[in-house]
Nanobody, 127 residues
């Protein structure tokens, strides 16, 4: 079992950057794939990015590709989401989620595929 806590959300102006952290507690964090999702007011929760057990296995939504970067540090039991060149459409609550997978598994892009969730962190981008 793993517990997840997000941090790093803030209010920034368009063009700015943020770094979100998903900190995990529990055992065997390296056995989990981790994804970031976001949900804007009145909208559905959307996939943003995911990272598999191998740090090179990263996946992105088309809307953030080239602007956001996901990474992990298993020694610190953390997954990071670097957000660059932010625009108002990126405003949302960002949540991380984890799923125990085999090494070669491709993380799902559907929220229902994940077992553990954090409480979320607010990102607000003003124009």
């Amino acid at each position: 079992q793993v517990q997840l806590v997000e941090s790093g959300g803030s209010s920034v102006q368009a063009g700015g950057s943020l770094r979100l952290t998903c900190a995990a507690s529990g055992r065997s964090f390296d056995r989990y794939a981790v994804a970031w999702f976001r949900q804007a007011p009145g909208k559905e929760r959307d996939f943003v990015a995911a990272i598999g057990r191998r740090t090179s296995d990263t996946y992105y939504a088309d809307s953030v590709k080239g602007r956001f970067t996901i990474s992990r540090d298993n020694a610190k039991k953390s997954v990071y989401l670097q957000l660059n060149n932010l625009n108002p459409e990126d405003t949302a609550i960002y949540s991380c989620a984890a799923l125990s997978v085999i090494v070669t598994a491709i993380p799902p892009r559907e929220a229902h595929g994940y077992t553990y969730w954090g409480q979320g962190t607010q990102v607000t981008v003003s124009s």
